[in-house]
């Protein structure tokens, strides 16, 4: 009796311009990524994947258009709850007195700051 898979595992990541994919052929730099995750293949999509995948999109970017500020969209996937390690995390915030101690992070206000008495500093 044939097995009930149709085939192996493809997961596609990439992010994508107006005019197309983030890359640059010529240097051989691709934003995409493509595994094969199984149990005897690659490892399951996570975080410190995406955060790779990040910084690799954002140094393309960055050769591509100096001077420019990238804005990432992620769409319904589980993106959107990654984060760094140390980041700071709303779920791990306490909801009342006690429990748990968060150490506080340095925040940096970045020159688009709204708050102009802000900009610029840590």
Not at 3 to 10: A, Q
Not at 51 to 72: H, M, N, W
Not at 86 to 91: K, Q, V
Request: net charge positive; hydrophobic share 35%; proline share 7%.
């Amino acid at each position: 009796m044939p097995g009930k898979s149709k085939g192996k595992l493809i997961h596609v990541s990439d992010f994508i311009r107006p005019k197309g994919r983030i890359n640059i052929l010529e240097l051989n730099l691709d934003a995409r990524k493509i595994i094969y995750p199984s149990a005897r293949g690659d490892p399951w999509w996570d975080t410190k994947q995406l955060l790779v995948q990040i910084s690799t999109a954002l140094d393309i970017f960055e050769r591509k258009y100096p001077g420019c500020i990238a804005v990432l969209v992620f769409d319904q996937s589980f993106a959107h709850a990654s984060h760094g390690k140390g980041a700071l995390n709303a779920f791990d915030i306490n909801l009342n007195d006690g429990g748990k101690k968060i150490t506080p992070k340095d925040i940096y206000y970045p020159p688009e700051c709204t708050i102009p008495e802000l900009r610029g500093t840590i």
